[in-house]
C-alpha cells in the first residue's frame, strides 16, 4: 500500500512539475506579446511622429490596419507624409493623421 501511495504522489508531483512548466512557458510568450504591444504604443504616442513617419515608411506598399479612436482602416500604405499616413482601401484614398493614430498592425 505505501508503495502505491508513493507512486501517486510521485505521477502526482510530476504533473504538476508538467502543468507548472507549461504555464511558465505560457507566461513568458504573454510577457513578449505585451512587450510587443507596449512598443508599438511607444510608436503612436501623440508627437513622436518621426517614429510612426519611418515605421510606415518600411511598411510602403504594404497592406496595415490602423486603428483610430474613429474606428479602423485597412488598407495598402501608398504615400507617408510628414505628419499623415495615405492608404488605398477598396480604390478609396484615406488619410489618417498621425495623431489620431492609436496602433498599428501590419498585416
Not at 502526482?12 to 507566461?27: E, G, I, M, S, Y
Not at 504591444?37 to 513617419?53: I, M, N, S, Y
Not at 490596419?65 to 488598407?75: A, C, K, L, N
Not at 484615406?94 to 493614430?101: D, E, F, G, K
Request: charged share 25%.
Amino acid at each position: 500500500m505505501k508503495g502505491r501511495l508513493n507512486n501517486v504522489r510521485a505521477k502526482f508531483f510530476f504533473w504538476c512539475k508538467k502543468l507548472l512548466l507549461d504555464l511558465l512557458c505560457r507566461v513568458r510568450e504573454l510577457e513578449r506579446q505585451m512587450a510587443e504591444v507596449q512598443e508599438r504604443l511607444e510608436l503612436t504616442r501623440a508627437g513622436d511622429f518621426a517614429r510612426l513617419q519611418e515605421l510606415f515608411q518600411s511598411l510602403l506598399n504594404n497592406v496595415v490596419t490602423i486603428f483610430t479612436p474613429f474606428g479602423d482602416v485597412t488598407g495598402e500604405v501608398t504615400n507617408v507624409g510628414e505628419d499623415f499616413v495615405e492608404l488605398e482601401s477598396g480604390g478609396d484614398i484615406i488619410l489618417v493623421p498621425y495623431a489620431n493614430i492609436t496602433f498599428v498592425n501590419p498585416a
